[in-house]
């Protein structure tokens, strides 16, 4: 659980390679070089998702300042250890040509009751340990929008191949139509209607290549290198994928993700400020002491004073009431981030085995019937069996087919980037605790 989890914390953050001097220092000792080299090559360099994700790590924003917020907290930590200043007053009284009374110097301290400082220092731990948490967070959902701004890249790579090979297909039944048109073979009309779908194959092609060109800058604006040069992305969408078990996902999430560490620590701090409102209410109490020289009466004196407030008319009474209004807050928080971490889950995994499915529809039956009936339609119209419609509509029949099933893999890839986000996962590989067996 999250309430007893500095060392956890800790020892998670160096995991991750991070630090209290900011994240992904290591990271941006290994990748700096490559990305200025990137960003000033003129030859593009094929990433990987691995690559991708490690300069993210070195140089995104979000992520440096969500390590700034740590060392803020550790200022306010190393703040709530001091105690307060003594004061020193030098005054006179009676001042005259005898030189009046003159108190030189008068040392006052003020002493904290209640275990206010002790309280006081237990509060900024606990935003410590939120901030901690936050950096993890932070690092999660940078890998899940780096993870899946690379498959929408790599999807509309795909797509692009997949259109230009259409484009072939369609070029070749251009030539094809045009040799049996000055043959007179075929009509007038056959050979327009094949050229109008090459027109809008070629058209689809060109909005896909601008989709593209999209993807990748908005891929690399969350990576915070948006002046990276686009280049090919390694990977292919047609690796297996992964398999989740939603039941020991959701336990998983409910407990280890760093947005419910927050809120546990968020009860926490809220407790623990409730009892500091509580404190407020005691007095604290100041004490003095110093030398007094009456010159009047030629005399060396020492005095003391001891100050305390009477609290008859403010015992922190509001603060006391907002502390307890935001410790029941606080512990509906948690139940709120969960319900919401579980409805974030059950729409991925929704959307994966959607898509999932569609994709072995298409891989095993769809896609296969496709290619054959659009085999069987172009061979039966070179032998003169068929009219170059029913060609026509086995080719955007099979193109369809292939596009489809592109964006399933897309789309199934994205969700799987979601889906290992939540689980706190470094790679997309499905670890024993989370797959079903």
Known sequence: ?????????????????????????????????????????????????????????????????????IEAARGDVRQAQLY????????????????????????????????????????????YDQATIGLIRQRFMLISAVRQGYFEVLTAQQRVSTLASLEQIAKNSYENTQRLLDAKQVALLDSLQVQLELNRVQADLEASKREQT???????????????????????????????????????????????????????????????????????????????????????QWRFQVSVPLPLFNRNQGKILTARADVDRSVQEVSRVQNDLVNRLATAFGTYAAAKERVEKYRKSILPIAQQANKIAFDAYKGGQFEYLRVLQSQRALQEANLEYVRSLGEAWRSAAEISALLLQEDLATPAAIQKK
């Not at 140089?59 to 700034?68: E, R, S, T, V």
């Not at 005898?98 to 731990?125: C, H, N, W, Y």
């Open 84 to 127: 307060p200043n003594p004061t020193v007053t030098v005054s006179g009284e009676e001042m005259n040509r005898q030189g009046g009374i003159i108190t030189a110097p008068m040392v006052s301290q003020e002493i904290i009751t209640a275990g206010k400082r002790r309280l006081d220092m237990a509060i900024a731990s606990k935003k």
């Open 214 to 300: 999209a993807a990748w800058r908005r891929l690399t604006s969350t990576m915070g290198l948006p002046q990276l040069a686009e280049t090919i992305l390694a990977g292919s969408l047609e690796a297996p994928l992964p398999n989740y078990d939603f039941e020991t996902s959701k336990a998983y999430v409910i407990e280890r993700h760093p947005e419910v560490g927050v809120a546990l620590v968020g009860v926490d701090h809220a407790n623990l400020t409730l009892k500091r409102n509580e404190a407020q209410a005691i007095p604290n109490v100041t004490v003095g002491a110093g030398f007094m020289r009456n010159n009047n009466e030629r005399e060396d």
């Open 1 to 69: 659980m999250y309430r007893r989890l500095s060392p956890w914390m800790l020892t998670l953050a160096a995991l991750f390679g991070m630090s209290a001097d900011g994240p992904g220092q290591e990271t941006r000792a290994r990748f700096g070089p490559i990305v200025a080299a990137q960003v000033q090559s003129e030859v593009p360099k094929t990433l990987s998702l691995d690559d991708l994700i490690q300069m993210s790590l070195a140089q995104n924003p979000a992520l440096a300042q969500a390590g700034l917020n």
